[in-house]
C-alpha cells in the first residue's frame, strides 16, 4: 500500500495534517445505525489507515450512536501525537434510527460528553456544529447561539479548536464574530460546486475545507467523460473524482469513507494521481454541466429518517 505524500499537508487545528485523511460514518451498521456485521473488519480499515499516513480522521457519536467513536478507540487508543480526531454535534438518533436535530446548548454540552467518553479523551481536538439546513445543503439563519454555547466549552478546556459544517458563507463571518473558525465541512464534489467561490475565500484565510460527499453521496458521480479520464489515466472514476479535489485547492481535505481494507487503498491511491492542466479542464466541465442540470432541479423535501442517510455515502 502506498504510503501518503507527508509534504501535502494543510494546516487543521495548529497541526500538519496530511490532505488524504478518513472519513468514520460507514463503520456503523446499515442506515449508520446499530453496530457493524464485521466488527474486526473496521478495526483492520482504521489501523491501516492510520498505518498508511492518515491523521486526519472524521467521525461523529451519532453514527451508530457511539459505534464509530466506541471502534476509533478500540482501534487506535493511546492515539499517536499527529493525529487529529475531528467530530461534529447537531444530531441525534432516536430509537428507530431517525436523524434529529440537537442544537440547543444543554444537546451540544451531552454531546461533547458524550464524544469524550467514547473517544477515550479529556478533550476533542476539533468539534464541528453540523448545522440541519436543507439536510445536505445549508439553509441561512443564526447559528450565534450555537457557536457561543460551543465556545463556552472551548474555554472550559473540553474542546480545543471549533469548525463548522453544512453552513453559509454569511454564517461564517457570523461565527467568526464569535470565536475561531479552522475549518468548514460542506457538501461538494466534482459535479456539486455551489461553494467554489467559498473554497477560494476560506483557503485565503488558511482555513480548511472539507468535503462531505466527495464521490456523490447517495447518488454517487457517474459520468462518461469521468469514466474516460480514468480509463487514460489507468485509474478508477472515484480515483480520479478524489484526485480532483486535491488539485482543486490546498486547503481541500479529503474524509472519504469505507469500511474495506480493499476499498481504504483504492482511496488512498488517489493521492497519487497527477492531473495536467487539460485533464483539470475537462473534469471541471463536467462539474459546470452538473450544475446547469441541477438548476433546472427542484429540490427534494426535508426529511431526518436513515432512509436518506444510507451508508453508501461516501462523507
Request: with cysteine; hydrophobic share 40%; charged share 20%.
Amino acid at each position: 500500500m502506498p504510503n501518503l505524500n507527508s509534504t501535502d499537508t494543510f494546516t487543521l487545528a495548529g497541526r500538519p495534517v496530511r490532505r488524504m485523511g478518513y472519513g468514520a460514518m460507514q463503520l456503523a451498521g446499515p442506515g449508520v445505525f446499530g453496530p457493524p456485521k464485521d466488527r474486526d473488519a473496521c478495526i483492520a480499515v482504521l489501523r491501516e489507515a492510520v498505518a498508511s499516513g492518515v491523521n486526519h480522521i472524521d467521525t461523529s457519536d451519532f453514527y451508530g450512536p457511539h459505534i464509530t467513536n466506541q471502534l476509533i478507540r478500540e482501534a487506535l487508543h493511546p492515539y499517536r501525537d499527529d493525529l487529529t480526531i475531528v467530530t461534529k454535534l447537531g444530531a441525534i438518533r432516536s430509537d428507530d434510527g431517525a436523524w434529529l436535530p440537537a442544537l440547543e446548548p444543554d444537546d451540544l454540552r451531552r454531546g461533547v460528553h458524550d464524544n469524550l467518553r467514547n473517544l477515550g479523551v479529556d478533550a476533542l481536538d476539533v468539534v464541528n456544529i453540523r448545522i440541519m439546513g436543507n439536510i445536505h445543503s445549508p439553509a441561512e439563519g443564526s447559528i450565534a447561539k450555537q457557536v457561543a454555547a460551543l465556545a463556552e466549552m472551548q474555554r472550559e478546556g473540553l474542546v480545543k479548536h471549533i469548525g463548522l459544517s453544512n453552513v453559509t458563507a454569511t454564517q461564517i463571518e457570523e461565527a467568526q464574530r464569535i470565536v475561531e473558525i479552522v475549518c468548514v465541512q460542506n457538501h461538494y464534489n466534482l459535479v456539486h460546486r455551489e461553494d467554489d467561490a467559498l473554497v477560494g475565500q476560506l483557503a485565503a484565510q488558511g482555513i480548511a475545507y472539507v468535503p462531505f460527499f466527495p464521490l456523490g453521496g447517495f447518488t454517487p458521480i457517474q459520468s462518461s467523460a469521468l469514466s474516460d479520464v480514468a480509463r487514460a489515466l489507468n485509474a478508477t472514476p472515484m480515483q480520479v473524482a478524489l484526485a480532483w479535489l486535491l488539485h482543486r485547492s490546498p486547503n481541500v481535505l479529503l474524509i472519504p469513507g469505507t469500511s474495506s481494507v480493499a476499498h481504504l487503498r483504492e482511496n488512498m491511491q488517489a493521492a497519487q494521481l497527477r492531473l495536467s492542466d487539460a485533464v483539470l479542464t475537462e473534469l471541471d466541465a463536467i462539474g459546470h454541466a452538473g450544475s446547469e442540470r441541477r438548476s433546472h432541479t427542484v429540490t427534494p423535501s426535508r426529511s431526518f429518517s436513515a432512509e436518506n442517510l444510507s451508508t453508501r455515502a461516501q462523507h
